[in-house]
């Protein structure tokens, strides 16, 4: 009986002893699992607001409607805020609203600016949270991109227009399948300016007027040349018949009726 509840008690000792660490490596996996969750709420908070807004294209876009005339003006921003006051006086002085595409690296530094843009009728849009290239990240870092810009620009513009523009214009599709997963719409361009290679004023001139099309969204950045080609660039464009609308708005006229043809000449000679 002695030997019996000897071996009795050592067996009860055991199974507590046992007891005793799953029950701590059960509190610490509960507290790891609480503290990864309060981590990435944010981003979880940030993915389901996303996912409310309209719903994306599967392709990049490049162009809107080639039946129309009418055509957009992009700003990519990760830089140039010496530049961009006078880029936005001139475009209030000839009433043309444009699309910037801002970095959140770039917009947590100038906010006064991210306002301004929205405050003048502008559409503020996603260039990604750091001019990363995308097509090298991981699919959260690539996801992360996009909405910690997003869940950043609406605390200073409220609603960020849901249109993104991949650094360095890189895309394949899994950047298309990202941003579409987050409601964005991916942004390419028909006319680039290459004025992030400094080219004159004439040569910035040139390559917009040449290619102006139907749907045509024009690719710029905040540059001292680009500025100064403005003004030509839009008499130019109203000159040939265009009318000038943010991308959003671009792309919102695809497959709607066209106005008319007495319409479409009144807005495309209106100049301020």
């Known amino acids: 009986m002695t030997r019996a509840g000897r071996r009795f008690i050592f067996v009860c000792i055991s199974a507590r002893g046992l007891q005793q660490r799953i029950g701590v490596v059960a509190l610490l996996s509960v507290w790891l699992a609480c503290l990864v969750f309060a981590a990435t709420l944010p981003y979880w908070r940030g993915s389901i607001d996303v996912l409310g807004l309209s719903s994306a294209e599967t392709n990049p876009v490049y162009r809107g409607d080639p039946n129309k005339p009418l055509m957009s003006l992009s700003?990519?921003?990760d830089w140039g805020q010496e530049v961009l006051p006078d880029m936005l006086d001139t475009l209030a002085e000839y009433g043309v609203r444009?699309?910037?595409?801002?970095?959140g690296h770039w917009a947590r530094q100038y906010p006064e600016?991210?306002?301004r843009m929205a405050s003048e009728g502008?559409?503020?849009?996603?260039h990604g949270m750091r001019h990363d290239h995308p097509t090298q990240l991981s699919d959260w870092d690539l996801t992360m991109l996009i909405l910690e810009n997003h869940n950043l620009l609406k605390t200073i513009v409220d609603e960020p227009t849901p249109l993104f523009a991949p650094p360095y214009g890189e895309v394949d599709r899994r950047v298309v399948a990202a941003a579409d997963a987050l409601g964005y719409r991916t942004i390419m361009w028909t006319i680039d300016t290459i004025d992030w290679q400094e080219p004159s004023v004439e040569t910035t001139i040139a390559r917009v007027m040449n290619k102006a099309q139907n749907g045509g969204i024009v690719l710029m950045h905040p540059k001292i040349n680009t500025v100064k080609a403005l003004p030509a660039i839009i008499e130019g464009l109203r000159q040939k018949g265009f009318e000038l609308l943010p991308v959003g708005e671009l792309l919102d006229e695809m497959g709607r009726e066209d106005p008319g043809p007495s319409q479409n000449l009144l807005a495309t000679n209106c100049h301020i």
Request: charged residues 10%.
């Open 122 to 126: 502008h559409e503020v849009a996603n």
């Open 113 to 115: 600016l991210v306002r």
């Open 98 to 103: 444009v699309t910037f595409f801002v970095t």
């Open 75 to 77: 700003v990519n921003v």
